[in-house]
């Protein structure tokens, strides 16, 4: 077994680690997510192209640049928009392929075997129908409780701010921030159910999710919640300075597409890297319990 595999890791150790696969496996973890996004992605480019969208820059009129730029964006937008039902559908039953198959990759590194992209992708879609299943059933669930937290963040704002409009928009915010916050992790507590059924280990693994991350959901919640950060800020930078040469174009679209993978790509190897550190921490203690449970009889 590869050394860094071995041992409980922090913070820090978790990040660094994710980064050192990242750098060691880099053209094949991207190849991943090409192959299985890759094809929406090009359906989505000749879409808009089919639109008359331009492909190298789309501008609208106006008096001045910018006036062009949004006017561009918002008539692609316009054409776009019988597509996006489409590609978001597809982004959703797929992407969770994209987390099996780094998670295989990642048990072959950790194993020192070797792997190709095709392979890995080869044992994610023999779990696809249970991982569809699965994501299925969070998505119910989160929707379920978006919907209660909507209505438990609507009415009290609006009864109270019958009174007060002021302290009714500050009541929002606050339910918001504090029910956001209680989805947030109660999502932590759950997101590991993709890897348990990965690799076979129940359906739909919510139980032996909240197992995994039981007392470490804080450690948790800061880790993705930093490295979401990271790659929004930096995905946002670059979009930016593309919006404003190319407009809404088509060659837009695709470098969007791009930095959406990586941003994947990324997340997928950090969830893969935390949960093999929760799966040698938590048996571990499990171990030693019955050890101790063993020692006192």
Known sequence: MNDKFGRAKGFSEILDHTFQLLKSHFSTFF??????L??????????????????????????????????????SLNNSMGS??????????????????????????????????????KRAFSRFWPLLGSSVIIGAILIGLIIAVAFLII?????????????????????????????????????FYLSTVVFEEGFPGFAESWRLTKKHTWRIFGLFLLIILITTIVGAAIEGVFTF???????????????????????????????FDLKLRQDGDDLREMIDDYQKN
């Open 31 to 36: 190849l991943i997510f090409l192959i299985i």
């Open 38 to 75: 890759g094809p929406v992605f090009l359906l989505e480019a000749l879409f808009l192209l089919a639109s008359g969208t331009s492909f190298f820059r789309q501008v609208g009129s106006g008096s001045n640049w910018f006036e062009q730029i949004i006017s561009g964006y918002d008539e």
């Open 84 to 121: 996006d039902f489409f590609i978001g559908f597809a982004m959703l039953v797929l992407t969770p392929i994209g987390y099996a198959a780094v998670l295989f990759a990642v048990v072959q590194v950790r194993n020192d075997e070797k792997f190709t992209a095709g392979t890995v992708i």
């Open 155 to 191: 009415i009290p704002g609006v009864i109270t701010g019958l009174g007060d409009p002021l302290i009714g928009i500050i009541l929002s915010i606050g339910l918001l921030l504090g029910i956001g916050l209680v989805v947030a992790l109660l999502f932590t507590r759950w997101c």
């Open 245 to 275: 040469i190319l407009g809404n174009s088509v060659l837009y679209v695709i470098i969007v597409d791009l930095i959406a993978m990586l941003t994947s790509m990324i997340t997928a190897v950090a969830y893969a890297v935390i949960y």
